[in-house]
Structure formats: C-alpha cells, structure tokens
C-alpha cells in the first residue's frame, strides 16, 4: 500500500494512558499511525494494553474509563480530547467481545435499528436497512427473538450488524470471533473482509486467534506488549522475525509446522497466512520430516466414568435439543465436545451437571444412575464452568468468589486460604487476590471462574470455552494444569470452538449437530473430515490444509505428527 496516497485517519502521538485506579500507566508513548481504508489487526498478550488502545478509539476512554491522558490521539484530523462521545459513534463503530454488554433492544430487530432511531431515519426505510443488514449476518429469520435468547455467535452477530447499521468511517472489532464456532468465525471473518473491500472503510481488528483473521488479507499486525509497540509489520513479515511465540503470542500451525521441520522462515516464502505461501520452497523438508516420525503406541483404555444412554431433551414441544444422545467417557480422559453454535452442547453438559431434567435416556457415574440427584450431590462429583463469567460471579470481591462454593460446603476457614491460593497461582490470578471483581477484564473473569471450580476439586470437571478470552500465555498456563490435574486423574471435558486446544489436548472428540451426536473418534480423525466438518460448523486446520498443499495422500498422518510432535514425543 502507498500510504502517501492515503490520509491519516487514527494518529496516535506520543500517547500515554493511566486509569485512575492504577499505579503504572497502561499505555506508554503510543506512536502508531492508521490510514484510510486499512486493515489493522491488532495483538497482544493479556493486559498488554491492546483492547485499552480500542477504547481509546471508541471513546470508552475517557468518557466510561476515566484515567490520564498525555500526547495526542486524533481521529478523522480532530482530537478525541475535543470530542463527545456522540461525535466519536459517528466516527468509530464498536462490536465488543462481551455481546450482553451491548444489547439495547429488547428484540433483535430493535437492537440492530438502534443507531438507525437515534438518527431519526424514517420506519420504512428503517425497516429495510435492518433487514438488509441482518440477512448479511444470517439474523434474517430472528428479527423477533430476544437477544438473550440466543447462543453466544448469534449475538455476535447482533452486535456486528448494529455497528454495519450505521455508516461510520471506522470499523473497530474487539474479540470478535470469542464466541463463535470455527466455521462462523470464517464468515465472520469473510464478512468483514467483504465489507471491508466494497465500503473502503478503515478496519481494526483486536483478536487472539491470529491464524483465524488470517484467512483474509489484512494490511499490517500491530503487536502490543507492556502497554508499548512491540512490532508494526506486514504479515509475511510478523511471521519470519520470531516475535509473536516470545510474547506468547500463537503464531499459525503452519509456520509452527515449518519451525519443527527446521525451515527459516523468510518473507520471501509469504508465509503469513497459507493461501499465500510459496509452497515450492517449504514441500520437502515438510515432506522429509513427515516421513521421519514414528507412530506412537495407544494407552491401555481405563474403565467408563461416565455414560450417556439415549439422551434427548427439550426446553419446549416444538424443538428437541438433544436428540438420542450415547456416549462413553472413560476415566482419566480429556474429552473435547464440538459442534455448530446452538447444536446443544452446552445444554449436554447442564443435563449432565443436573441443573436441567432429561426427557429421556440416563446419565451414568460410574455405573450408577444419577437420576434423581440434586444438583448439591452432583456437584461433589462433577464441577461446571460456564461460557460467560458473568453469569457464575456472585461476589465482589476475588478472594470471596474463589472461596464461596469452600464455604457452602462448609470447610474450615483456615483450610479454605491454601485452596484458594492454590487455585488463584495455576489460574494466574494470585497477583490480583484482594482485588474486586469488577476491575477484572472479561478474560480474567473467566479465569476466576475457573479458579472457584478447581478448589473444589471435582472428579469430572466441565468446562464450557474454558479458553476463549484468552492469550496463548494464558492459554497454555490453564491447559497445562488442566492437562497436570487430568494426569492425577480428573476427567476433563471441555465445549470448545478451538481446534488448536482439541487437537493438542483432547485425544478424544464428541460431535454435536442439531441436538444429534454425529462423530465420536479422536480430534485428528474428526478435524481431518471434511463431512463431519462441514455439518458441525467445524474447519479443518491449516495442519491439515498444509498437508494437502504439499501432496501427503493421508493427511491426517501429517496432523498426527504434528501433534505427537508438540506433546513432546519427539523432543
């Protein structure tokens, strides 16, 4: 791109921001210019200061989090510091990561038209614009439904289509494939990529999943670390200076594969996303090395721990969730469930924890029937973790929250400290022991969540999207325990979007598809089929792509290796 041919749209300018409640500043000396029409991807670690520098975009910063500013940050040639909060919506549209927190309408219809009331645009008009824009983001059909109602990627959806709504200059994405299944973030992803190409507006994307947003072209990656810019380049770039994994950062499996098979990255190759790669330069040495492993001998099978029989369940008559569900779990086992927004995972696992009745069929612990059981006595066997944080914190303050189900159940105060400690240390959060709640971030929310299950320590633990929020650092520090705790014995089972997590950590996969289970096998042989894939709103990965572009006839061999490789089978 010829940026002398472009005006300026965000200048960032010696720019420095420190909130109120902290001792340090969060941002340090920000120099970062954004031309008209570019597409930014922005990325960092936890608390690096990446999703402030979105606020500062947005006008969250100052007008809702209030700190000090130095510098000059201009947007469109005017000061931010001169502006409203009124001014700068009509500049910087915002789909945050928490969706919850941005519904306005009590229908989605009505949230979508939001911006559109505000403008006093005409109902007919009106009308048609909402219905324009929610077809785009495939709403079309739930104008009517109550946002709330919703998975966690139909409210995405929401959101992104009351920004498209509204014809601003800037279109800034905060997380914006967090809730959503592999295969919709790819939509995702293309509608933003098309909206990008035919409106000519500016883009800035703030994300974790790097190799996700690099299925479409972006212009440049803005690295963030330690509140400053840590690396400002194109993508072919990023990808051969050995950045990202230092900040624990997740490059794509690609280039992670081409580093196993001891190829230097170079720009040249084009390397920063698969579509662009010079195949030619990589194929042999991939090829060489594929051919170099040696398969790996399978764990003797442990005894079931938990079973479903014939499972279905229905909120309402009219739509059945769970639909003839069987399966097996064995104990000790990592276990990933997938499947399409909305197929009824989540729901699995509430009809599994108790908390709903199933219609039909049997849950099994160890060969006994829990039907019947509380929700109290399930839980001494099976801890729960939800999606979104929001709805498990009940106390204000960290320490209290890790502590609340320890002393509900009645253990002695002084045994209660150590779990909690415990707890906090594996989930990164003992720094922030005796802080609120509410100075969290969404991610580390998450995390307290995680925290306040693990002191109880469960026999089978759940987790729904135990990962989502959060950076590769974060990331593997919580797979790992997770993965420790498993090798005591723990049985974990995990609702997840990321393939990356499935395939490294769960041998084995169960696949949901419109309340009906439509694969059971391990994650390498789900992930390498493109049947089960497409059904289940799943993508295969650039593993598996990678091994197809350099002509291995069992492609799954080459995803097998790669992963054995990673466990540490090989190192």
Not at 102 to 111: N, Y
């Amino acid at each position: 791109m010829n940026y002398t041919e472009r005006k300026p749209v965000i200048e960032f300018k010696d720019f420095s921001f420190q909130y109120f409640s902290q001792a340090e500043p969060t941002l340090h000396d920000i120099n970062l210019t954004i031309y008209e029409g570019e597409k930014v991807l922005l990325v960092g670690p936890s608390g690096s200061g990446k999703s402030t520098l979105g606020n500062c975009l947005n006008g969250l910063i100052p007008f809702a989090y209030k700190g000090e500013i130095k510098g000059s940050l201009k947007i469109g040639g005017k000061e931010t510091k001169e502006m409203n909060i009124f001014e700068l919506s009509k500049k910087v549209g915002t789909v945050l990561q928490d969706a919850d927190g941005q519904f306005i309408g009590l229908t989605v219809g009505e949230d979508v038209a939001f911006a559109l009331e505000n403008d006093c645009v005409k109902q007919e008009q009106m009308k048609a614009q909402v219905q324009k824009v929610a077809e785009i983001v495939d709403m079309g059909k739930l104008l009517k439904s109550s946002p709330f109602e919703l998975s966690g990627g139909q409210k995405q959806r929401v959101s992104f289509a009351g920004v498209m709504v509204d014809d601003v200059d800037i279109l800034l994405f905060d997380e914006p494939l967090a809730n959503l299944d592999p295969a919709t973030g790819k939509t995702a992803i293309d509608l933003i990529d098309r909206v990008w190409k035919n409106s000519r507006k500016t883009v800035v994307i703030v994300e974790h999943r790097l190799e996700d947003v690099l299925y479409r072209d972006v212009d440049r990656i803005i690295v963030v670390s330690d509140g400053r810019i840590a690396a400002d380049m194109s993508p072919d770039e990023l990808m051969s200076a050995d950045i990202l994994s230092k900040l624990g950062i997740r490059e794509p499996l690609h280039v992670t594969a081409m580093k196993y098979a001891g190829i230097q990255v170079t720009p040249d190759m084009h390397a920063g996303r698969l579509a662009t790669l010079d195949i030619e330069k990589v194929k042999e040495p991939l090829l060489k090395w594929n051919l170099e492993q040696t398969k790996k001998e399978p764990k003797a099978e442990r005894p079931v721990i938990l079973e479903a029989e014939h499972l279905s369940f229905q909120y309402t008559k009219k739509r059945k969730i769970l639909q003839d569900v069987s399966f097996q779990i064995h104990e000790g086992e990592m276990v990933s469930i997938v499947g399409t927004n909305g197929a009824g995972k989540s729901t699995l696992a509430k009809v599994i924890c108790g908390f709903v009745t199933e219609d039909e069929g049997r849950i099994l612990y160890k060969d006994q029937d829990l039907k019947g059981q509380t929700i109290k006595e399930r839980s001494h066997l099976i801890g729960f973790v939800m999606q979104n944080p929001n709805q498990m914190i009940c106390k204000p303050m960290i320490y209290d929250e890790v502590a609340l189900g320890l002393r509900i159940r009645g253990v002695a105060e002084e045994e209660i400290e150590p779990k909690v400690d415990k707890a906090l240390q594996i989930c990164g959060l003992a720094p922030f022991k005796k802080w609120p709640v509410s100075a969290l971030s969404f991610g580390q929310k998450k995390r307290v969540t995680i925290a306040s299950m693990l002191a109880l320590d469960p026999k089978v633990l759940i987790l729904d999207e135990p990962t989502a929020g959060q950076d590769y650092h974060h990331y593997t520090e919580i797979m790992e325990f997770l993965k420790k705790l498993n090798e005591e014995g723990v049985t974990i089972i995990m609702i997840t979007h990321d393939m990356h997590l499935m395939l490294e950590y769960t041998p084995h996969a169960i696949v949901i598809s419109d309340g009906k289970k439509i694969g059971d096998a391990s994650a390498v042989e789900i992930l390498t089929n493109e049947e089960i894939a497409g059904r289940a709103n799943l993508k295969t990965t650039s593993l598996y792509d990678l091994a197809v572009k350099i002509g291995i006839e069992d492609p799954s061999v080459f995803v097998q290796n790669f992963i054995d490789y990673e466990r540490g089978t090989y190192r």
